[in-house]
DNA sequence: ATTGAAATCGCCGTGGC
DNA sequence: GCCACGGCGATTTCAAT
């Protein structure tokens, strides 16, 4: 699908502020509010806007401490099947495979040490993981989404 | 602040679905429009909720290659000038402290491999950095916001 | 509960191919 | 002529007080 500039413009407003409404996101863009719709709309339906959510604080609702785990799995596996050994697991936040020895870089977050242990000890259990190597955040320097433009 | 299970339940229809009116947030959750407003305006005011945003495809906007970046750093330096340095690189879209052997761990979006090198060549010509650990990313598994509930 | 704003929908005009 | 796109106005829903 086509993503022009106005369109790049429009995804903006909606990153800095996903509840704007169509009418202001017009007036910054030099469009009329059903104009932006159609455009949001139609963003949605190709897929290149996934959807509108609420930025949290992870420490307000008790989930203050993260890590990344780099995963070693046993033999050849396939990523659909470390996704979905994954899946299931709350307090993984991201997962990646990646180049190098690791098979995966796995984002956890728990609400303490001893929440991160268990997760930790529950990720490592898994038949397909041979080993981990994991390093705890100590503290989150800068956290944002791409800006469309460079 | 005191969070609640029916602000929790709050939070998470707007994690799903940050641009949901209030009165639907309000049939969910057994409240009245403007009971859930203000319920949201108090959690945003309190910091629990920092803010609504637009998730988008990086892949669509040509953001499709990331890595993840150990970074060793010269010496002993404080968090603080970490993060004056990476910030005003706009491929860096997260990057904490870390335990370990590396002082920090910098998430990085790229439009292409190209573009990573030059990402990756600013990022270790930074003086406060000694050496650079990099992976790529090859897919991403997972990725979610964590919810309030376990 | 009332008043104003926003979202939504149908219809029409314009311009490119 | 057809299609893509935007504006306008009416209606319904929502927000603010």
Chains 1, 2 share one sequence.
């Not at 990153?15 to 949001?40: E, F, Q, T």
């Not at 099947?81 to 796995?106: F, H, K, M, N, Q």
Request: hydrophobic content about 45%.
């Amino acid at each position: 699908m086509h993503v022009n500039t106005l369109d790049q413009r429009i995804i903006s407003c909606l990153v800095a502020n996903a509840r704007s409404s169509y009418a202001d996101i017009g007036k910054l863009v030099g469009l009329s509010a059903p104009a932006v719709k159609r455009r949001v709309d139609r963003l949605l339906e190709s897929g290149v806007l996934r959807g509108f959510t609420a930025v949290v604080d992870p420490e307000a609702l008790g989930w203050g401490t993260e890590a990344f785990v780099e995963m070693h799995c046993k033999g050849n596996i396939q990523p659909a099947r470390i996704r979905a050994r994954l899946e299931p697991l709350p307090e993984v936040v991201a997962a990646y495979t990646v180049s190098g020895a690791a098979d995966a870089i796995v984002h956890l977050r728990a609400a303490d040490i001893h929440h991160l242990e268990t997760a930790l000890e529950r990720l490592r259990g898994l038949e397909i993981v041979e080993r981990t190597v994991s390093t705890v955040v100590l503290s989150t320097l800068l956290e944002r989404s791409p800006n469309p433009e460079h």
